[in-house]
């Protein structure tokens, strides 16, 4: 599809612009390492050009997730552990 715009030359092929994008979705459970109780599950979609997100990175962000939700303590948190059910 070609712009449109007067005097302009430019063309825009979305399905090559994306053709490199890589999303992963995954659910992650923040638990209470002590208890065993689950505090939280979070679905959480991370991606980018050319990347493949690690599972640290999902865990960061569903830990964030929890410490918002104030269901876990942001000072402790070697007190959590992680489940991708």
């Known amino acids: 599809m070609a712009d449109s715009s007067a005097g302009s030359n430019l063309v825009w092929f979305p399905e090559i612009v994306n053709a490199h994008k890589q999303e992963r979705a995954m659910d992650v459970q923040i638990i209470e390492a002590k208890t065993g109780r689950l505090l939280g599950t979070y679905p959480i979609v991370l991606g ?22 104030k269901l876990a303590d942001a000072n402790h948190r070697d007190q959590y552990t992680i489940r991708f059910p």
């Open 48 to 69: 980018g050009l050319n990347y493949t997100p690690s599972e640290h990175e999902f865990f960061d962000l569903a830990w964030r997730c929890a410490v918002d939700d």
